[in-house]
């Protein structure tokens, strides 16, 4: 059992150096106490999820060509998030417009390699 997230939920990649806030649009017609929350389908890069920084997963395209550059020298390239698929494990039980609700123990892969979790979810007075 997990709290609900909401906007302003803080998540983190274990490939990139900064943890970035959350944003979810009222499309899901679900709203917390602090704002819209979160549904599997929020998952859009730049949108519902902005770079965590620089990204230091050799998967990473750009970071691969640099690390090449120097000789072999892991050198992280810019983050750019990209999902392969939705949020799991969601609360099948409270649907959404778009979806199952997202909850603090949802976590969505890059297609990079990394495993974006929810660190903090921005509201503490809906636990599902």
Do not use: R
Request: net charge neutral; proline share 12%.
């Amino acid at each position: 059992m997990g709290m609900g997230v909401c906007t302003g939920a803080i998540a983190m990649c274990p490939f990139g150096v900064a943890p970035t806030p959350l944003t979810f649009l009222p499309t899901s017609m679900l709203m917390g106490a602090a704002g819209p929350m979160g549904s599997c389908a929020d998952c859009i890069p730049f949108l519902n999820i902005v770079p965590f920084g620089v990204c230091s997963s050799i998967l990473n395209p750009t970071t691969a060509s640099l690390t090449a550059a120097a000789l072999g020298v892991l050198t992280p390239g810019p983050c750019i998030p990209t999902p392969a698929g939705m949020w799991i494990p969601t609360k099948p039980t409270v649907m959404s417009k778009m979806g199952p609700m997202l909850t603090s123990d949802s976590m969505l892969i890059c297609a990079y390699g990394g495993v974006i979790k929810i660190n903090m979810p921005a509201q503490f007075t809906v636990l599902i």
